[in-house]
């Protein structure tokens, strides 16, 4: 049923369907007998109604075709293979299509294969075995086929017993299949109306066939704390008994999580009418390592201070090789001795803040950086500074309970967020008691060179020089606001390659006691200039109104401010820490808005639901359900039972515990939201959604969502949930096909970009854009242009 209307804001259904509708719009119905159905619209200026009617007729076959095995009889011999012919007498009609669905005796007959070569229907739609069925469909382009001894297709038998083996089709009535041949008339009537099966004598007796096992641990090396899958199958076993490492009646094909604490050998012995056999297989557990070699460490590592100094370290990282997309930096200092100023993350190679606080004597720094994130041997993550109070020697170290284990860490970009972090380096400081002050500033003066360019890129050579009464400690030059070079003596020199538009510029100098100099004083800065005659004005950043912007799933962040937001029907809320970003959000786009673009402010994001999380101190896990509370798993079978692994259970403070309400349920009996679940004997990945499962079809869709396959969980077959439509991209995503369009996944709907201007407005950057397979597209409405 299809409607339109025009200057009407509401519709309602009657007859023969019911409820309220939209203005416009489609609906499929399936009547089995005479309807009416009608549509009354109402507007400002009245009603109409209007009604469609349809019509049901009885289903009828509309032909005398005829299927066939030949040959329709045969004796053979235990073990021997035979085939059969399923022919096809069209009736003197051309047919283009035919199924052909075979049911056999699999107590004396085995299924070997079907061998289509000389079929006079050339295009294979169907061609597989089910239990005791082999269902075949075959096609044929127009005019097709028309004949009385058509060959469809052959299909080959072993014998396994003697007796009678019968072999029919199946055929509930003329045409009502499942077994069809479909006439060419441009509607697909089946014309099949009788069948004639086989009747095949298996002579010689039966030798028992020895049963075969196949018994894998996958993985066969885990970490304490780790599931191993045991996965096996068998053939011609009827039963199956488990021993070593677990025990007890095993059906003959299957599989089990196993937790072990210890190395530990696992064996399956499974028998039939023709032996025993037995395998085993070994689950090796060692210690859980970090799995890397990066280090962290403070600069300066010591340093002589007076009483009523300040203190500023920089944190830096070497990723040992590493591409790393996150670091946490937990600094223990002695309260007695310092006092907390402040954190300063200005030219950090990590630009998104997820943690910035101090408690007690304690600072705590998370920070992350996109994929494919940063790979150097001083990355520097921020400065601290602190206040000196006492006299003596203050110490400040970081936080490693051990390698691996946190809270400071350094997160590798392998899309499973290990932990590579394997040492760091503190610093000590001698504080005595003050002398005469030195209160003189350096003096610094940076330029560049050249001071012009004509190239859309131009490399800028930037020398600092600094001078000061008692020594320079450290020059650092920093452009576009972020911090370019730091060196210890002057003069210091960057060269860097710039494209075109004005570059402000400025440096700064340091002495032992913390007097800082800079050039230009104050807030002012140097510019450079680099011209090209192709340049262009430079865009907003972002839209400065509300019309347009986009809704849902999308991530913005100042560029005055390290906070990232998501947008959730139009309000702005703050992402809480690097890892909720990562775990929500890492997939999606961040679009830079200019200060100008507001948004009402919302509360805090935490992680969504589908996450396993717990606390430090405490074996209990928790299941955020679809309602935002948590759920405390009684048991580790209970956690098993949904497919669960402790790897992907990730450790929040107690105070982000907290925040959710305890669940409403006793026991739990569905996957939450959000969670990507598939089948142990099916490929296909599912998302959880209102306890329906939506069915992924292509990968470019599975990684709009996450980066990494490990996110998936296999569940058995007793989680019997209805299918949902298929799943599209997530909202926030940027998509394109092979044409030029670039569309924002918004609220569900595709909204696309009507020039590269809209695009640039909102604040994203061409490199942010996914392209999908043209056909993908289609799983979006499209929405509202921008």
């Known amino acids: 049923l299809t409607?339109?209307?025009?200057?009407?804001?509401?519709?309602?259904?009657?007859?023969?369907?019911?409820?309220?509708?939209?203005?416009?719009?489609?609906?499929?119905?399936?009547?089995?007998?005479?309807?009416?159905?009608?549509?009354?619209?109402?507007?400002?200026?009245?009603?109409?109604?209007?009604?469609?009617?349809?019509?049901?007729?009885?289903?009828?076959s509309g032909?005398?075709?005829?299927?066939?095995?030949?040959?329709?009889?045969?004796?053979?011999?235990?073990?021997?293979?035979?085939?059969v012919e399923v022919r096809v007498n069209t009736g003197g009609n051309s047919v283009t299509a035919v199924s052909a669905y075979l049911n056999f005796d699999t107590t004396r007959l085995q299924f070997v294969s079907i061998d289509a070569a000389g079929s006079?229907?050339?295009?294979?739609?169907?061609?597989?075995?089910?239990?005791?069925?082999?269902?075949?469909?075959?096609?044929?382009?127009?005019?097709?086929?028309?004949?009385?001894?058509?060959?469809?297709?052959?299909?080959?038998?072993?014998?396994?017993?003697?007796?009678?083996?019968?072999?029919?089709?199946?055929?509930?009535?003329?045409?009502?299949?499942?077994?069809?041949?479909?006439?060419?008339?441009?509607?697909?009537?089946?014309?099949?109306?009788?069948?004639?099966?086989?009747?095949?004598?298996v002579a010689g007796t039966t030798t028992p066939t020895a049963p075969t096992l196949t018994f894998t641990a996958n993985p066969t090396t885990i970490q304490s704390g780790q599931s191993s899958t045991l996965t096996w199958s068998s053939t011609n076993a009827t039963s199956c008994v488990a021993s070593g490492g677990w025990s007890g009646s095993q059906s003959t094909s299957g599989n089990q999580n196993a937790v072990p604490v210890s190395n530990t050998t696992y064996t399956l012995a499974c028998t039939g009418a023709g032996g025993s056999v037995n395998k085993s297989v070994s689950v090796n557990v060692g210690a859980p390592t970090s799995g890397g070699s990066a280090s962290m460490s403070l600069i300066p590592a010591s340093q002589s201070l007076q009483v009523g100094q300040n203190l500023t370290v920089e944190i830096r990282v070497n990723t040992g090789g590493s591409q790393t997309t996150g670091v946490a930096s937990y600094l223990d200092f002695d309260s007695a001795k310092l006092q907390y100023v402040s954190i300063d993350s200005t030219g950090s190679s990590y630009t998104i803040t997820a943690e910035e606080t101090v408690s007690g004597n304690q600072v705590r720094i998370s920070r992350g950086q996109a994929i494919p994130g940063v790979n150097s041997t001083n990355a520097l993550v921020s400065k601290v500074t602190f206040k000196v109070l006492a006299t003596g020697t203050a110490n400040i170290s970081f936080a490693v309970t051990a390698a691996g284990q946190g809270p400071s860490r350094?997160?590798?970009?392998?899309?499973?967020?290990?932990?590579?972090?394997?040492?760091?380096?503190?610093?000590?400081?001698?504080?005595?008691?003050?002398?005469?002050?030195?209160?003189?500033?350096?003096?610094?003066?940076?330029a560049h060179s050249p001071t012009s360019g004509i190239l859309s890129t131009l490399s800028v050579t930037l020398t600092a020089t600094a001078t000061d009464n008692v020594g320079i400690s450290s020059i650092e030059i920093f452009v576009d606001g972020l911090s370019k070079k730091i060196c210890s003596a002057s003069p210091c020199t960057y060269i860097g390659t710039f494209g075109a538009g004005n570059h402000p510029?400025?440096?700064?100098?340091?002495?032992?006691?913390?007097?800082?100099?800079?050039?230009?004083?104050?807030?002012?800065?140097?510019?450079?200039?680099?011209?090209s005659p192709s340049d262009s004005p430079p865009g907003s950043g972002g839209t400065t109104d509300?019309?347009?912007?986009?809704?849902?799933?999308?991530?913005?962040?100042?560029?005055?401010?390290?906070?990232?937001?998501v947008i959730e029907n139009g309000v702005k809320r703050p992402i809480q820490s690097y890892d909720i970003y990562l775990k929500e959000f890492g997939t999606i786009p961040i679009a830079v808005v200019a200060t100008s673009v507001t948004y009402p402010s919302g509360q805090p994001f935490y992680y969504g639901s589908g996450a396993l999380i717990k606390i430090p101190g405490s074996a209990t896990v928790y299941l955020i359900i679809d309602n935002g509370s948590k759920y405390p798993f009684k048991s580790a079978?209970?956690?098993?039972?949904?497919?669960?692994?402790?790897?992907?259970?990730?450790?929040?403070?107690?105070?982000?515990?907290?925040?959710?309400?305890?669940?409403?349920?006793?026991?739990?009996?569905?996957?939450?939201?959000n969670q990507f679940i598939k089948f142990a004997d099916s490929p296909t990945v599912y998302l959880m959604e209102n306890r329906t499962k939506r069915p992924i079809r292509t990968p470019?869709?599975?990684?709009?969502?996450?980066?990494?396959?490990?996110?998936?969980?296999?569940?058995?077959?007793?989680?019997?949930?209805?299918?949902?439509?298929?799943?599209?991209?997530?909202?926030?995503?940027?998509?394109?096909?092979?044409?030029?369009?670039?569309?924002?996944?918004?609220?569900g709907k595709k909204r696309g970009f009507t020039s590269a201007a809209a695009f640039l407005g909102i604040g994203y950057s061409f490199s942010q854009v996914r392209t999908v397979p043209d056909g993908e597209l289609g799983l979006h409405q499209d929405g509202s242009s921008f």
């Open 505 to 531: 510029y400025y440096a700064l100098a340091k002495d032992a006691a913390g007097n800082t100099g800079r050039d230009p004083s104050g807030t002012v800065t140097k510019i450079f200039s680099v011209t």
């Open 700 to 747: 470019a869709v599975f990684f709009s969502y996450t980066n990494s396959f490990d996110d998936v969980f296999t569940v058995d077959r007793s989680f019997n949930y209805p299918d949902g439509p298929l799943l599209g991209f997530k909202d926030g995503s940027l998509i394109k096909g092979s044409p030029y369009t670039v569309y924002l996944v918004d609220s």
């Open 120 to 201: 006079a229907f050339s295009v294979q739609a169907e061609g597989l075995v089910s239990g005791s069925q082999v269902r075949i469909s075959r096609g044929q382009a127009a005019p097709g086929v028309n004949s009385t001894s058509a060959l469809v297709a052959k299909v080959n038998f072993k014998a396994i017993a003697n007796g009678t083996a019968n072999v029919s089709f199946a055929l509930t009535t003329a045409g009502q299949g499942p077994s069809r041949v479909i006439k060419n008339d441009g509607t697909g009537t089946d014309i099949l109306t009788n069948t004639s099966g086989g009747s095949y004598t």
């Open 637 to 673: 079978e209970e956690f098993l039972r949904f497919g669960f692994r402790f790897e992907r259970v990730r450790v929040v403070d107690a105070s982000v515990l907290a925040s959710y309400p305890d669940a409403p349920i006793g026991n739990l009996a569905y996957h939450a939201k």
């Open 410 to 446: 350094v997160i590798k970009n392998d899309g499973i967020g290990t932990d590579i972090l394997s040492s760091t380096t503190g610093g000590v400081y001698t504080i005595t008691s003050a002398g005469i002050a030195d209160t003189a500033t350096p003096t610094v003066y940076v």
């Open 546 to 565: 509300s019309s347009g912007r986009p809704n849902n799933g999308h991530l913005i962040k100042y560029p005055d401010n390290p906070t990232v937001y």
């Open 3 to 60: 409607w339109s209307t025009t200057n009407a804001t509401s519709c309602t259904a009657s007859g023969s369907w019911t409820g309220s509708k939209s203005t416009s719009g489609s609906q499929s119905v399936s009547p089995t007998s005479n309807a009416t159905y009608t549509l009354t619209c109402t507007g400002t200026g009245g009603s109409v109604n209007k009604s469609a009617s349809v019509t049901v007729g009885a289903p009828s």
């Open 63 to 83: 032909g005398n075709a005829s299927l066939s095995l030949v040959p329709a009889s045969q004796t053979v011999n235990v073990n021997d293979n035979f085939g």
